[in-house]
């Protein structure tokens, strides 16, 4: 299990990374939001890469705490198998969802999606 959230967390890291990058103007647009934008996202985009930064940040640390891998965690306890339950359909929605997605670069995804969705599932059967 602990390995499942590391990985589960390392592989969200990544996409974290990457959307920032999208926030501060990298020209990725392809690769995200169902690929329809060259070059750099427009603004309302770039917020809502911010916003989905965030959203991951905060499911990595449901999912260290309920892989008990840290002692804080952002909701009560006996919220962290059920969310991380719901991370696992959130993330596998997401792999199905990327990997229908028009823009070729942005089908890369969802196997990393697919991974993610698989070790929640794990941390949260644990």
């Not at 198998?81 to 890369?108: D, H, M, Q």
Request: hydrophobic letters at 60%; aromatic letters at 8%; charged letters at 10%.
């Amino acid at each position: 299990m602990e390995t499942a959230a590391r990985l589960a967390v390392g592989l969200i890291g990544l996409v974290i990374l990457f959307q920032i990058a999208l926030v501060v103007g990298a020209p990725w647009g392809k690769a995200a939001w169902g690929g329809a934008n060259d070059g750099k996202l427009p603004g309302n985009l770039r917020l809502a890469s911010a916003m989905s930064a965030l959203v991951l940040a905060f499911a990595s640390w449901v999912i260290l705490a309920g892989a008990g891998l840290i002692d804080s965690s952002p909701v009560p306890e006996s919220w962290l198998t059920p969310l991380t339950w719901a991370l696992s359909a959130y993330f596998g929605i997401g792999a199905v969802a990327n990997s229908i997605s028009r823009s070729k670069v942005e089908r890369l995804w969802g196997p990393v999606s697919l991974v993610i969705a698989v070790c929640c599932g794990i941390v949260a059967a644990a």
